[in-house]
């Protein structure tokens, strides 16, 4: 099979598993709300995300996508949907030179929108082409990491535009950070180790959305789940989950599979590293690939080889082997097609909407962040629902007066 063609069939699939998008395609078609409006999204390019191309270009967007991470674009599906009309910069394992250029050509159609994932498109704005800050609407971000960064941006008046944090949609951390993440980086993982759960030691650092969702499958899986927090309340709440709880020091002695999702750097370090057992299998899911040092792994090893696609043993004097998957970067993207499709259905579907919100509404908006409204959030959980044919109940007259009444 071509690039190409492998790339429109990984397209085609997922869009049979994206109901609430393709709803909205539909309306998108009938009502054009970004016609001769320029979107430029920077995002894992894989064919989730490209099928949400798609779904703004159907828009009437001129829509130039380019990744969000190297070692994620998947090569046929950016031939795949280069052949929808999407202009597209990006290729995997690109150097930091040929990315960071990417992110610049994606930018110089001037756009009207941007959608961001994990901030590098805003900073590149902000910081290299900041004549683009003129004509620009506004943009989202869609993950936690990019959120912090435009939330200090903002403390120091340094955010030049709106952003909707689509992350802190419910319908996206809720689901997307949990479920999503959950079920993914085993899967990442598990592909890529070809190696069992059951009876390992599972350490989990950070016991936020993301931690929650690959503790709780780990645990499904029959590891011993181990948490490690910074947060004295995630911590209890790791506890309260009937987990184990303690510091990374001592985690690091007894751990099997060690698991970063905390947006974080220098999570494990050397100190950990000598800690460990012979084999442990080192995994990232949170931000980048700078949670697990990688300066600290060289440094501490004698040897560094791949045995096995996307697993790189660094070998100690003593003959450890510390098995890094996917350099340090996101596990179930880098070694894996990144969250299921009916997942990256919601978020992307809030992604949608957000956009068009900023289309229609940028004239009021101030540089500021800004939560997904309310109506949004609820309009795309109330098709979900359909979609898994479940049905609510509704509040009648009197039970609002009541709680409304209650309430005052
Ligand atoms: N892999 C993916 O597909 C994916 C999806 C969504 C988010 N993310 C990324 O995962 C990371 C976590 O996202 P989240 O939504 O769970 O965030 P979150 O803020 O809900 O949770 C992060 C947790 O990590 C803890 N933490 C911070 N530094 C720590 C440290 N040094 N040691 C131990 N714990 C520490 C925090 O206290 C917090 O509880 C972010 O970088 C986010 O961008 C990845």
Redesign the pocket.
């Known amino acids: 099979m071509s690039l190409v063609e492998s790339g429109k069939k990984k397209i085609e699939w997922v869009s049979r598993h994206m109901p609430i998008l393709n709803t909205i395609k539909k309306q998108f078609e009938k009502e054009q709300p970004f016609r001769g409006k320029k979107i430029t999204i920077c995002i894992?390019l894989e064919a989730k995300t490209a099928y949400f191309a798609t779904v703004l270009k159907a828009g009437g967007a001129q829509v130039v996508a380019t990744g969000c991470n190297p070692l994620s674009t998947q090569d046929d599906v950016v031939e795949g949907l280069r052949s929808y009309g999407v202009t597209v910069y990006a290729k995997h394992s690109a150097t930091e030179e040929e990315y960071n250029n990417d992110l610049r050509k994606a930018l110089e159609q001037q756009p009207d929108i941007i959608l961001d994932d994990?901030g590098d498109l805003t900073a590149i704005i902000h910081h290299e082409m900041p004549e683009l800050i003129e004509t620009l609407y506004g943009g989202t971000e869609?993950?936690?990491?990019?959120?912090?960064r435009l939330r200090a941006r903002e403390k120091e008046g340094q955010l030049k535009f709106p952003v909707i944090s689509a992350?802190d949609a419910f319908c996206k951390?809720l689901f997307?950070?949990?479920y999503?993440?959950g079920q993914?980086?085993w899967d990442g993982i598990n592909r890529t180790t070809n190696l069992i759960v059951s009876s390992k030691n599972v350490v989990i650092?950070?016991?936020?959305?993301?931690?929650?969702?690959a503790a709780m499958r780990a645990k499904g899986l029959g590891g011993n789940v181990i948490v490690?927090?910074?947060?004295p309340i995630?911590a209890i709440e790791a506890v309260m989950d009937g987990f184990r709880v303690m510091s990374?020091e001592e985690a690091s002695k007894i751990g099997d599979i060690f698991v970063?999702?905390?947006?974080?750097?220098?999570?494990i370090t050397k100190k950990h590293m000598e800690n460990m057992k012979d084999g442990v299998i080192l995994a990232?899911?949170?931000?980048?690939d700078v949670?697990i040092n990688k300066q600290d792994l060289a440094a501490v090893s004698v040897e560094k080889k791949t045995v096995r696609d996307n697993i790189e043993a660094y070998i100690t004097k003593d003959g450890r082997h510390l098995n890094l998957l996917a350099e340090g970067r996101?596990?179930?993207?880098a070694a894996g097609d990144?969250?299921p499709a009916e997942i990256m259905d919601m978020s992307f579907s809030i992604q949608a909407l957000s956009l068009k919100y900023i289309n229609e509404h940028h004239g009021e908006m101030t540089n500021k962040v800004y939560n997904v409204p309310e109506e949004l959030d609820r309009y795309v959980a109330g098709l979900k629902l359909k979609t898994l044919g479940v049905s609510i109940d509704r509040l009648t007259e009197e039970q609002e007066h009541y709680i409304n009444d209650f309430m005052e």
């Open positions: 894992h994990g869609e993950t936690t990491t990019g959120i912090l992350n951390y997307d950070n949990r999503g993440t993914s980086v650092a950070g016991y936020g959305w993301c931690g929650k969702g490690c927090e910074v947060n995630k990374m970063t999702v905390t947006g974080c750097k220098d999570v990232n899911a949170g931000h980048f949670e996101l596990v179930n993207l990144g969250h």
